[in-house]
């Protein structure tokens, strides 16, 4: 048993694993002294794979690939000084570890009693159809699987008057190709879960706002079983993190404006009843400070009917149950989300899983005939298969894009990359769309990006004709500064303007550290923008500093993601005009006429540079202007679901920064993600 903990501990050493996966170990050593050393092994291996996502540990594809499914040994980064000074010092290679098992063999030696069970109990580990889990994470699938079979098993319902109100809020004639948009609508009206899925610019916002109101008109009709008749729907919105909540607020409001509801009765009624006030998940669920617990949950379940949840594809497996623990037993549930993103940071892939099969529907012959009585669209045959599954029904794929035009590079390039096309995306480069940009980091290229259009040379501060740097959001702070006795308005209004401009464009990079990961291209940045006189230091708390928090914090209302800019504001002491650095955060419901947020320097525990951030980082964010920076060599961090969710941030302009050849893009692109977990339905 020694020897597995030893070698665990030079992996730790190594940096290969964590010291919290070796202490997993060690501790069920402690309570189990009899224990098989191949036992303690899987469970450090099972707490290492869900540090990078995994929801538990594959036994077969470990012992098929064991470099590839543990990514060990790790990458560095570019950084040749990682390597062990003493080669004798280095950690055995994963295959010398696994040598002389098989899978029977470890799942016979995987029996203890009272460390590993196959199912329920109080075991700390559960072996599941060749899956090691640690317990809770186990616990969170069963929730999440038993929460979505509950509502699927309740069938679809078709209320009488939903036909003639989806004739009222798609007027249109149907074209010659299916409306996904009025198909997701009917769907999601149709059941307790739903999943509407899409693309940027897809029209998933807009599809949702449908739904609700389709939804209300029902209740309020009386239409809504077990509801009481004229009582609208408790509906409740929300998304993961503070940037994807007040990106869903600012379009949801003028989204409710301009439903076309004249046709229904009580219109306004419906209008009023349909809520614009998105909150993040963690305040929905209501987070009690220094615990992984909720104030609601299967003991006090929240007050609603109706669920949104935004930006699905962020939410992990952990805070997916919570949910579900959360919601009414008859309360809907509805997810949005591009199921072609990065899954979230933290373990599991809940949104991707559930859409597996989005691409070919899979809907029955009497979904398909249903749907088309009730809108009049005609699914593809293509898209009709006899063996699909309940979960299949549900889930509703938006196909067009209304963002991006046929001769958009951003959508051809996002195109491109989701099909894993590498001939199409040399092409795409070769055609230099407008709306894109190939550039080479050496060189004064970084410099350039940075500066942007306003190239260091000033320029207008207003609406932009041409892709945006760093430079442009510290010419408006400059140039739109308030008069120092102005009132607080005037600073507010001031201080929104440069966060707006700072939206307007942003660094993404694929790794965090070596020369082009985010801890390197902050410093590079800050240096540029403080020798071209843009800020005054690149050191410390200085006017203009972006910053992004990195933990939750729930005293000050801020939460993990949130970017606020450091801002120099006056103060009036003795008479005299001082000037204090604070930092200006969005509001979170910008559409309630709130200001941003000021909080003091001093106050911000947990907070880092953001002029670059990680690609996972800007999930639930656009920019007018989005740069991903490949690094010079390919790694295996670089997949097709990280380049196309950076390309998918960029509003209006998309750079691709390479520090290297071409190669390395088409090496990402041909690399799928892949999440052990099980199946959700």
Known sequence: MRGVLDRLERWVRAGWIRELDRAFAAFLAREAPDADPALLLAAALASHQLGRGHACLELQPLLDDPVGTL?????????????????????????????????????????????????????????????????????????????????????PASPEGLAAALRVLFAQPPGETADWQRLACATAA????????????????????????????????????GLMPGRPLRIRLAA??????????????????????????????????????????????????????????????????????????????????????????????????????????EAGAVLGELC????????????????????????????????????????????????????????????????????????????????????????????????????????????????????????????GLPAPLAGPEEWNEWAARVLAAFGEFQLLCALRQGPQGVETLNRTVAAILCREGLVETDQGW?????????????????????????????VLEDGAVRWKLRVAFAAESPGAGRGPRWVLPSRLQAVETVYAMTVHKSQGSEFGHAALVLPAADSRVLTRELVYTGITRARQWFTLARAGGGDVLAQAVARRVRRAGGSFG
């Not at 203890?112 to 616990?139: F, I, M, N, Q, S």
């Not at 069963?142 to 699927?152: D, E, S």
């Not at 200085?542 to 992004?548: D, L, Q, S, T």
Request: no cysteine; aromatic share 4%; hydrophobic share 40%.
């Open 542 to 570: 200085y006017a203009g500093r972006p910053v992004m928090v990195t933990r939750n914090d729930y005293g000050l209302g801020l939460m993990n993601g949130d970017v606020g800019i450091t801002l120099a504001t006056p």
């Open 71 to 155: 990514a060990l040994p790790p990458e560095r980064g570019g950084h040749d000084d990682d390597a062990p000074d003493d080669p004798a010092a280095a950690p055995e290679h994963p295959r010398e570890l696994l040598a002389g098992l098989d899978l029977p063999g470890w799942t016979r030696r995987l029996a203890h009693p009272r460390l590993v069970a196959p199912g329920e109990g109080d075991t700390p580990l559960v072996l599941d159809d060749g899956r090691l889990y640690l317990r809770r994470y186990w616990d969170h699938e069963r929730t999440v699987r038993a929460g979505i079979a509950a509502r699927l098993a309740a069938g």
């Open 190 to 225: 149709r059941h307790a879960f739903s999943v509407i899925t899409g693309g940027p610019g897809t029209g998933k916002t807009t599809t949702v706002v449908k739904v609700l109101a389709l939804l209300q008109h029902l209740a309020l009709q009386g239409q809504v079983q």
């Open 356 to 479: 597996r099969r989005a691409d070919q529907g899979h809907y029955t012959e009497d979904n398909r005939r249903e749907l088309q009585a009730l809108t009049g669209q005609v699914i593809p045959s293509a898209l009709v298969d006899a063996a699909g599954t309940p979960l299949d029904q549900v889930v509703v794929k938006l196909r067009h894009s209304w963002r991006f035009r046929e001769d958009s590079g951003i959508g051809q390039l996002a195109a491109a990359v989701h099909a894993g096309d590498a001939a199409r995306l040399a092409r795409i480069e070769a055609a230099a769309p407008r709306d894109l940009a190939f550039v080479e980091l050496g060189g004064e290229g970084l410099r350039r990006l940075v500066l942007g259009a306003d190239g260091g040379a000033g320029g207008p501060s207003g609406g932009r004709a041409a892709p945006a740097g760093h430079a442009h959001y510290l010419r408006v702070m400059r140039e």
């Open 240 to 345: 993961p993190t503070g940037k994807a909540a007040a990106r869903l607020n600012e379009s949801i409001a003028g989204a409710v404006q301009q439903l076309p509801l004249e046709g229904l009765p009580q219109p306004q009624a419906v209008r009023a009843a349909i809520p614009t006030e998105v909150s993040t998940v963690h305040r929905l669920l209501g987070s009690l400070p220094d615990s992984r617990h909720f104030r609601h949950h299967e003991g006090n379940r929240l007050p609603l009917d109706v669920l949104v949840l935004d930006e699905a594809s962020m939410v992990d497996l952990e805070m997916m149950a919570a949910v579900l623990r959360a919601l009414p037993p008859q309360a809907r549930l509805i997810l949005l989300g591009d199921k072609d993103q990065l899954a979230s940071v």
